[in-house]
């Protein structure tokens, strides 16, 4: 998700993550390394034996 920036998220935990980009990735997936920001690991796919 998309979202005008800058940030500052409040995570469960109580933490706060904090970016002053212009525009911000929200991951929405929770598969990103860098949670709660998206770095496109969404975007990466396992391939089983069946593909080539």
Known sequence: ???E???EI???DGSTVVCDRFQVAVCTCRRSR???LC???HRRR???A???
């Open 39 to 41: 770095d496109t690991s």
């Open 1 to 3: 998700m998309l979202v």
């Open 34 to 36: 860098a949670y709660p």
């Open 50 to 52: 069946h593909e080539e």
């Open 46 to 48: 396992r391939h089983t």
């Open 5 to 7: 920036g800058p940030v």
């Open 10 to 12: 409040v995570l469960e």
